[in-house]
């Protein structure tokens, strides 16, 4: 099946780093990535679609200053979480799929905790 | 706007069979999809259904009723292991997103 690996797993940063977060798609083409965050006893929350070549589209309430992303080939994108503080500590997922009706496939997901 | 509703907690024993239920309202449709989600891991994808009907895949399978809003999951033979989170996710024709309901966290005991 499709595979997509997330990386790093978990980080443990001070608050004021910035963090990158990789995402990439190991056997099939990626034209579109979903980045999601998930609280504790929560659901996944859609943050921002990444198509490889154009800027990622950011759900509303996201900042796109603080949630970078980048879609640089089918293959990766990234998520950078600038200057991060202890309330953006949380499980971050991303998703690919190879085409608009198969399934999302996700990464691992990477733990974030700001202290 | 969307709303997509399941069932906070479920418990059912091992060897019997459960359905987890979800219903939606959204514009947009293009396909429902069921994902598993272990504590601290992330969704894997289970099932999906696009047309009204059953899709079975071994001992997971789900329905959809377009009409009705409505959608279930059926586990049949229930392992220990299947004790997880359940998530239904609508699919948005226009964007291809998923809105994800709050999961059904369901505990297979002995």
């Known amino acids: 099946g499709a595979v997509v690996s997330q990386h790093p797993s978990r980080v443990i940063c001070k608050s004021g780093t910035s963090v990158k977060i990789e995402c990439r798609s190991l056997?099939?083409?990626?034209?579109?990535m979903f980045w999601y965050r998930q609280f504790p006893k929560q659901s996944l929350m859609l943050m921002a679609t990444?198509?490889?070549?154009?800027?990622?589209?950011?759900e509303q309430g996201v900042e796109k200053d603080k949630f970078l992303i980048n879609h640089a080939s089918l293959t990766l994108s990234t998520l950078t979480v600038t200057s991060a503080h202890p309330e953006d500590s949380s499980f971050y997922i991303c998703?690919?799929?190879?085409?608009?009706?198969?399934?999302?496939?996700f990464g691992d997901g990477t733990r974030l905790s700001i202290l | 706007g969307q709303n997509i509703d399941q069932p906070t907690e479920m418990t059912a024993t091992e060897g019997a069979i459960v359905q987890i239920n979800c219903t939606y309202q959204?514009?947009?449709?293009?396909?429902l999809f069921w994902y598993q989600q272990h504590a601290g891991e992330a969704p894997t994808f289970l099932s999906y259904?696009?047309?009204?009907g059953l899709e079975e895949k071994g001992r997971f399978s789900s329905f959809l009723s377009r009409s009705k809003g409505y959608s279930y999951l059926l586990l049949k033979e229930l392992q220990m292991k299947d004790s997880a989170s359940y998530l239904c996710?609508?699919?948005?024709?226009?964007?291809?997103?998923?809105?994800f309901g709050q999961g059904t966290t369901l505990q297979v005991k002995p």
């Open positions: 996710a609508v699919r948005k024709s226009n964007t291809g997103k998923l809105i």
């Open positions: 990444s198509n490889e070549g154009s800027k990622a589209t950011y």
């Open positions: 959204t514009s947009g449709f293009n396909g």
């Open positions: 259904n696009v047309l009204d």
């Open positions: 998703s690919a799929r190879w085409a608009g009706n198969q399934p999302q496939h």
């Open positions: 056997d099939f083409q990626a034209t579109t």
